[in-house]
């Protein structure tokens, strides 16, 4: 075996250069955007260009002078372009430190001609992708030259500018024209360029992982995480369902209890197979910034958003008729990539009501708007029409609702526009507007109006690799967990198991079902009362579940007093909900949990919870089960005569 040779690297006396003028530059790229305007800028300003394969061929269409790569390297292009520029005579020409005698000694030796520009993008592999090509085709956009170029390039900063972006073409010319770019300069873009690698290797190295079969998780990690690309390298740490955790068995889809006092049975409920999934164990998330905000959660906070960065991806999207507003397209999924029509600049809370409010709102799939403050509803409700479903929730809670974030999951009408302008809003998000819709809105100053595509929802299919995932950061890590949608088995009625009372008639269950995809937008404990495909009392973030019952009744029955008394009618009086002057007392509150169902995100440790609503008249509740005691909450419903299901399905919300 022969002995490895090794160079020792002297970094000493190494003085920056700051200004570096651009003489000779290597093009070669994918994106042709541009290419002539700028190829023709720098021959104007005197600068060597040497390119590649169809880069050659389009500038030298263009008239413009140009040497082939294969001139400089003494050899020609093979393997159909897949050996170009990966030869000493370009990367030697990249990579060399003008810092250092010997460097330019021994480029002039090999009559080498160094590089100060590289200006290179890459095959459009998630295009290809996103296509639907074969595998082959997906293989043959995998880039290798292109990123060979541009992390040398790259590295060696302090003698040569690489760009990947035709935006900063205006900034190529004007450093060509001038004396070039600043060390700092080249720095920046040496960092873009890094970037733009890295993602390019994130989504080559997912997708691979996903074709080696390792699609359950790596899928789901789309282009936001890296896990291991090879099935083979993959070290796998296989998870199955915490049978010990909290005394909960394969039969129980409730992990834990939320009192210390309510353990699990094992077997109860209807529960979900188990499944064993095979996590990475290594990601890597990437984010690009987006926005500065004025300040976080509070003032003292600094703070900013990131989008999902995603290589090369494609700018639009498709979208509805009514889409068409600032662009022929919609915005790319979720609140990150909104399109603000009108309004302030949005904040840290408006950012974080707004993604509760369109997941709230998108849980739904009739009409449905969602009015949230501090991520938890004050009101949501569905219709024949968006108007009244608006109607419907802010009658919930119009006290709340004053300054709250809408999120709706059809096109805003002018009706529903009408009916929010008299009353501060914060935040109104729909996928588009109708004609005359947004004029109305804008006569309100501040109010933030945003055009957003919601998140794309796959089903959760493991043998599919349709997953979502979700991170929460805690100090020192971060969990990574399925994304907790309404596609579990227990979300779905027809599953449900009728453990008191009569089986409810059409009305009421649909009234069920309404309530049990609301209360997942609650945060824990979270108790819901609803009626006529509306929430009328919502008991939310308490440490116990009876206070969370208690809190829903009183809300239900109290915050009445402030609507008209007819949820339909509340807000067609300008300004919508009576003025909080109003004596609350002089007005007959509405007994809103009268007749009314009600749904819990989980089991009911004891029966107390379940008698607060028993005694404010509910009719029917809808919860997970799964509880040591669910005989005696069992019992307490056959006793009042209310019907009740079991779901075995929970939706914790922290």
């Known amino acids: 075996m022969s002995t490895p040779v090794t160079h020792t690297v002297n970094l000493d006396n190494l003085d920056a250069i700051d200004v570096r003028p651009i003489r000779r530059a290597l093009i070669s790229v994918y994106d042709k955007t541009g290419l002539i305007e700028l190829a023709r800028a720098l021959a104007d300003a005197g600068v060597e260009i040497v390119s590649t394969g169809s880069t050659a061929a389009r500038i030298a269409e263009a008239g413009i002078p140009v040497t082939p790569v294969d001139d400089v390297t003494g050899f020609p292009e093979v393997l159909e372009g897949r050996v170009k520029t990966l030869h000493p005579h370009v990367h030697a020409g990249i990579l060399a430190d003008q810092r250092k005698a010997d460097h330019r000694q021994q480029l002039a030796d090999l009559d080498i001609v160094a590089f100060d520009l590289v200006v290179c993008n890459l095959y459009p592999f998630t295009d290809t992708v996103a296509s639907g090509a074969g595998f082959d085709a997906c293989v043959e956009q995998i880039d290798i030259g292109g990123p060979s170029m541009v992390r040398a390039a790259a590295k060696n900063h302090p003698s040569v500018a690489v760009v990947t972006a ?35 290797d994130m989504a080559v190295a997912t997708w691979f992982g996903e074709q080696c079969g390792r699609h359950d998780i790596e899928t789901a990690l789309l282009s936001a995480f890296m896990g291991p690309a090879v099935a083979d390298a993959l070290d796998l740490v296989e998870l ?64 900013a958003v990131y989008r999902q960065a995603r290589f090369d991806e494609d700018e639009e999207s498709a979208g509805g008729a009514a889409t068409d507003l600032a662009e022929d397209v ?88 009408e009916q929010i302008a008299p009353i501060f809003t914060e935040v109104v998000l729909a996928p588009a507007y109708e004609d005359g819709a947004l004029e109305v809105l804008s006569t309100k100053k501040n109010l933030r109006v945003l055009q957003v595509t919601p998140p794309v929802r796959a089903t959760s299919d493991v043998d599919s690799g349709e997953i979502e995932v979700e991170f929460k950061q805690i100090s020192g890590g971060v969990l990574v967990q399925e994304r907790d949608d309404l596609d579990a088995a227990g979300d779905s009625s027809e599953n449900w198991t009728l453990a008191a009372g009569q089986p409810a008639d059409e009305a009421t269950l649909a009234d069920l079902e309404f309530a049990w995809r609301s209360v997942r937008a609650v945060r824990s404990n979270a108790i819901i009362i609803c009626r006529d495909g509306a929430s009328v009392g919502v008991g939310m973030g308490q440490v116990n579940r009876v206070d969370s019952c208690k809190l829903a009744v009183e809300r239900a029955n109290t915050l009445g007093g402030r609507s008209t008394g007819d949820a339909a009618a509340d807000v067609n009086e300008p300004g ?30 004891f029966a107390d919870g379940l008698q607060v609503l028993i005694d404010a008249g509910v009719k029917a509740v809808v919860q997970p089960g799964g509880s040591v005691r669910d005989e005696e909450t069992i019992a307490a419903a056959q006793a009042a005569g209310i019907t009740m299901y079991l779901t075995g399905t929970r939706h914790f919300a922290h």
């Open 166 to 200: 035709p935006e900063r073409y205006e900034d190529v010319v004007g450093a060509a024209a001038g004396e070039g770019f600043t060390l700092d300069e080249r720095r920046e873009l040496a960092a873009e360029a890094f970037t733009h690698t890295a993602l390019y």
């Open 240 to 303: 199955n369902e915490n049978e010990g955790e909290g005394g909960c068995g394969a039969g129980c889809a409730c992990a834990t209890s939320d009192d210390a006092a309510g353990e699990i049975v094992a077997g109860e409920g209807a529960g979900e197979d188990d499944t064993n999934f095979a996590w990475p164990t290594v990601v890597g998330e990437a984010f690009e910034l987006a926005e500065v905000l004025r300040y976080g959660e509070n003032p003292h906070q600094n703070a």
């Open 330 to 417: 919609a915005p790319l999924p979720g609140i990150a990539n909104a399109r603000q029509l009108h309004g302030k600049a949005m904040s840290y809370n408006n950012y974080t009501d707004g993604d509760a409010a369109l997941r709230a709102a998108y849980d739904h799939e009739q009409p449905c708007v969602a009015i949230i403050k501090h991520a938890n509803p004050c009101g949501i409700a569905v219709g024949e029409d968006v108007a009244e479903a608006h109607r419907k929730a802010h009658a919930c809670d119009p006290v709340s609702a004053f300054g709250g974030v809408i999120a709706v999951n059809r096109p805003v009408s002018v009706e529903l526009a």
């Open 576 to 605: 919508g909900a009576r003025p909080a002057s109003a004596s609350v007392t002089a007005l007959t509150p509405e007994r809103r949990s009268e007749g009314a169902v009600a749904a819990s995100d989980a089991f009911f440790p």
